[in-house]
């Protein structure tokens, strides 16, 4: 097998070994528009974007990574995901907003917080938003 062959075959392993990083390259940010708070229609699992947005966003590790700064839906008006204000640095020198997709935060039962399981690495390539 040719090496173009051996890292065709790797990028397929490595997309499904993350799914994080390619729901998240998945989703098209230019498809997607902020929700209004004031939009108490539109819901995910029962939050209005009022309850979720200025949610805390933990690690795995329960360490505060950023918060939830805007909510997205796509065009048929369902929430596909936040926008997170994550801290990636130092003292706060690191924050940026990146896109992530509501199926990669689990949401407790009640409660201004949120966890996902996706990895630094992961968290790093999430896309930026750009409002």
Known sequence: MSNRGMLSRFAVVLAFALPGTALAQDLNPQSLREVDDDQTEITYEGRSVDELEDTH??????????????????????????VVEYDDGFLDLGEREVVMPVDQLQFGQEGREVTTAL?????KSLQVWDD
């Open 57 to 82: 966003v933990v690690a795995g590790t329960g360490q505060k990574i950023g918060e939830i700064e805007e909510v997205l839906a796509n065009a048929e008006d369902e929430i596909v995901a936040v």
């Open 119 to 123: 990895t630094d690495t992961e968290l």
